[in-house]
């Protein structure tokens, strides 16, 4: 059982360019979501989702675009980097509550560098 | 989400209860308190949550205040590895904007 899987883990980019970074789960879970952390700071969520084809914006969501075209993958795009969106960025999925059992997991992060 | 307050630092000895206190003064009635950590640069991982009634798990007991404005995370028998930041949220139970809202955490050092 894989769990979060989040591809690739290290990326550097640069000024300007794009890329997607996919988040895979094998869990069945209806939401998902995706954070970035910055040193010393807590996360924070970018966009998400509670179901298959759709998404909502989090707190920070300018600079990014997402899409759930399937139950279990998220993808975060970055259409023109930008050095300040150098961070890790974490995905992660839960259940819909069911007698309190919305337990989120996590990937392990992608440390994201734009030069 | 309701707003929590936690302290940024705490220590504790090798073998002692670590107890992680969190604020939640505005939490409303449907607002559940989870907890999570983060050890060192990986994702964050759960370790408990509750609504009104203590709970415990293999990692963790929680107790929550009966008005449910403060609880508080014990770590029973805490270990080197128990070294990271701890996450105290409060949010709802599910619907359509459920989402989990992170603030700085307490980074509780377990000191040998």
């Known amino acids: 059982n894989a769990g979060v899987t989040q591809t690739p883990k290290f990326r550097v980019l640069k000024t300007g360019q794009s890329m997607t970074l996919l988040c895979a789960q094998d869990?069945?879970?209806?939401?998902m979501y995706w954070y970035r952390q910055d040193p010393g700071m807590g996360l924070r969520l970018i966009h998400y989702s509670v179901g298959e084809g759709t998404t909502a914006k989090g707190e920070v969501p300018d600079g990014y675009n997402v899409s759930r075209l399937k139950k279990q993958n998220f993808l975060l795009g970055l259409e023109s980097a930008a050095p300040s969106q150098t961070s890790v960025y974490f995905c992660?999925?839960?259940?819909?509550?069911?007698?309190?059992?919305?337990?989120?997991?996590f990937g392990q992060g992608t440390r994201l560098t734009v030069v | 989400d309701a707003k929590t307050t936690q302290p940024p630092s705490m220590d504790c000895a090798e073998g002692r209860a670590a107890n992680l206190p969190c604020n939640h003064s505005t939490i409303s009635g449907n607002e559940y308190v989870y907890w999570y950590r983060q050890i060192h640069s990986q994702g964050p991982q759960y370790i408990i949550h509750?609504?009104?009634n203590n709970e415990t798990n293999e990692m963790a007991s929680l107790i929550i205040t009966e008005d449910r404005k403060s609880s508080t995370l014990i770590l029973p028998h805490a270990t080197l590895r128990d070294t990271a930041v701890y996450y105290c949220?409060?949010?709802?139970?599910?619907?359509?904007?459920?989402?989990?809202?992170f603030g700085k955490g307490t980074l509780l050092t377990v000191n040998p």
């Open positions: 509750g609504l009104k």
């Open positions: 992660a999925s839960s259940s819909p509550y069911r007698q309190g059992n919305t337990e989120a997991f």
């Open positions: 869990m069945n879970h209806e939401y």
């Open positions: 949220i409060a949010s709802n139970s599910g619907g359509s904007n459920y989402k989990l809202t």
